[in-house]
């Protein structure tokens, strides 16, 4: 392989350029001639879609996918600014004061899959930090806050299945501070997970937006005694950056490693040979054992005659294929296949009609070791710290997660910022603070918080 297509940056050694290496090299995404944008390449793009067809999948029994405009008329976006702050809500929830009559109009669920459009002025980070990028924006209306309250955390759950159980990345869950939250929000819920380079990285959000917006936008229903009542919203949204927390928590120094379950090619099939002869008889077989592998599995053959089987191993390895079948002349005598995995590189040779279960088996093994090497990553790169100072070196350090137990004023989380430099990333479901004081001001602990650098 020539060294323009392999990786030539280490993982280790500078992060940042690996990254982008990474990224254009696999042919995930490039950048854009218009600044702050980028493409997404089919690659890149298969993977969204694998995202899509799995939320969606979550979602639909309850919620239905829409598209609204992209462009707003500045009266409705005006009418939110003098309220809130204006954001896509707006034109939506002009709608659902239309469509909302009465209690029988309720729950309301709809989705969007779409792009957005923010004002980035800091340089251009594919995947994580672009002016336009690809999302899902889910919102609803209740009756009660307590049907919102579900609704926001059943979301946050089922984002929590799609990261951990096909993402194969492990995540924190929690609150969001006063300082964090969604400022139209009653309360914002978040999943946070650790990077490699020991900043956190936010994998999506899920907002109880109480009567905020409903009271903006005149969302009123009649309730089943006939009195006139807000609504009580929720959203919820992630985005194409989590192609980028896939990335960087997964791929090494030979390029992506996609977990089985989020790849969009599971097993390449490269044929091996040095004749014509056996080019015809290793083929055919490669074949039959695409056909046989097509049925459970996401299955490529690369019969491409261009390139020998060595620059075929790169190349798949590059972009993160999960397992790779090799076949050759002698394997067709033995009756055997190599294989091959990505994430341990490790060979393993295999009878031809153990096939079905010895693939399956091993995509299973690769998708939970990714996620346990994830997992053992994040538990070890979080802190309890005796006073500020520790607090300020792990910070520094980009060690990981600090833990405290915290006052949660937002008096103590701006010093927290400006003098430590981490912000609050989550503030924890069940973790209750066992009677320490608050590392920063000294008064009473009310929360479990975990602060760190983030993206
Ligand atoms: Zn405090």
Known sequence: MSEELGITVKKEENFSEWYTEVILKAELADYAPTKGCMIIKPFGYAIWEKIQEIFNKMIKDEV??????????????????????????????????????????LPLRINQWCNIVRW??????????????????????HSTKEEADKEVMKRLLQ?????EKYLA???LIGKKSEGEKFAGALYTTTLEALMPDGRALQMGT??????????????QFWTKEHKREYVWQTSWGITTRLIGALVMVHGDDKGLVLPPKISPIQVVIIPIYYNENEKRKVLEKAKEIKEKLKEKFEVE?????????????NYWELKGIPLRIEIGPKDLKEKTLVLARRDTLEKIKIKENELIEKVKELLEDV??????????????????????????????????FVKIEWCSSLECEE?????????????????????????????????VAYFAKAY
């Open 120 to 141: 980035e002025t800091k340089s251009t980070k594919l995947f994580l930090r672009t002016r336009e990028f690809l999302w899902q924006e889910g919102h609803t209306a």
């Open 64 to 105: 239905k996918n829409v598209y609204f405009p992209l462009l707003i008329p500045e009266r409705i976006l005006k009418k939110e600014a003098e309220h809130i702050r204006p954001t896509s809500e707006t034109i939506m929830y002009e709608y659902f004061s239309k469509w909302i009559d009465s209690w029988r109009d």
């Open 415 to 447: 010093k927290i910022k400006e003098e430590i430099g981490a912000t609050c990333r989550l503030i924890s479901f069940d973790e209750k603070p066992k009677g320490k004081k608050c590392l920063v001001c000294g008064k009473e602990a009310k929360v």
């Open 301 to 313: 053959l690369d019969d491409r005659d261009q390139y020998t089987p060595g620059f075929k191993f």
């Open 206 to 219: 899920s907002h109880n937006l109480g009567q905020n917006f409903a009271k903006v936008f005149d969302i």
């Open 159 to 163: 984002y929590k299945e799609l990261i």
């Open 169 to 171: 990345i492990p995540v």
């Open 367 to 400: 998708q939970e070791s990714l996620f346990k090497k994830a997992k053992k990553f994040l538990e070890e790169r979080i802190f309890e710290v005796k006073d500020c100072e520790e607090f300020k070196k792990r910070i520094e350090n980009r060690e990981g």
